[in-house]
DNA sequence: GTCTATAGCTAGATAGAC
DNA sequence: GTCTATCTAGCTATAGAC
């Protein structure tokens, strides 16, 4: 076996870049060949799938890095509610590099076609809410307000994402992680 | 001089769905030109500037659309700050057909590389918070607060759309229209 | 496992007849 | 103004040497 010449999580993170920034069709093998070190040739070794597979990839490492940084510490007993609430609202601004990055659900979400996303992506949503649920519930909420308040909380993060973006003005996703945090906080 | 065997608002018509469903990447001139009944060359002689100017003319034909059906009524002094504000909802309700259609916004904000279109969101985007601005204001809010509702309204319009796209679940983006109103009222 | 080279295709865009 | 036919460039993907 020869040692692959580049490791697997540099890989996925130069095609996660590409994706991120150009969307599925936007992103040609050529940008994900030069983000990841590797010739065209060499990523379809790693991905015999092509192009679909790469994207696929990227959803589950985010999925996974997600799971770790946000639902993991979101559920996390050891910890006291508030502290899980402000730690996991940290890992969310770090998903996001401050608001600069895009959802990843919104760059691959354009493309027709390929039902794989839009599963994945209805998964990864429900996930969010179900996460935001619970530790509303822990924090004294009734189950219709956490409810709402965790659906409230996934659109704010979406939205607050676009508008960050559209109007090139970070102050905005970090004040929405603010008025998330005391909404929660104060109820 | 030839007829039109399509009027320029069909085409207009054809061009916008392609592009808000497949974005502009995704949309190719095949299938814009089968969306408006021409052929590619035809097309190129409406648009010679290509794709581009066939997105920026989307783009220019939906702000009229929404300068007229959301801007307009919602500053028409004719009728009290209310009515308006339940119109001009209206009016968005209908531009993202209850929720089903993406915001062109979206749709074009994938690709890199075209300044024109970051230029237009921009500000685009600015006009809807200044519109939600001023009715807020003549609904009796204080500067401040019409302010952050309008940056609110924004983020929760925008927000909602993309997750009641990956959730399918329509009720998400007609309830937050309510909610919407009801803030505005209830101030 | 990585590479060079290239196949096969479809994209965006044009030429020129009518 | 619309069409058929076509160009060129870029795309995804593969073959086969090392």
Redesign the pocket.
Known sequence: ??????LDEEILIGLTKVFRSKGYEG??????AEAT??????L???F?????EMAAAVLVHLGKWVEENVFQVLSDRNHPPKVRLRTGLFGIKTLYNNGKEVCIFRALSMQAGLALFEEQINKGMKQWIDAFNKIGLELGLSPSEAEKNALQTLVEIQGSLIVTKGLDDLDIFENMLKNIENRYLEA
Do not use: D, F, I, T
């Not at 070190?37 to 060499?42: C, D, M, Y």
């Not at 015999?48 to 679909?52: D, E, I, V």
């Open positions: 076996m020869r040692p692959q010449k580049v992103a040609s093998l050529q940008e994900l070190g590797l010739k065209k040739a060499s379809y070794h790693r015999p799938n092509g192009k679909k």
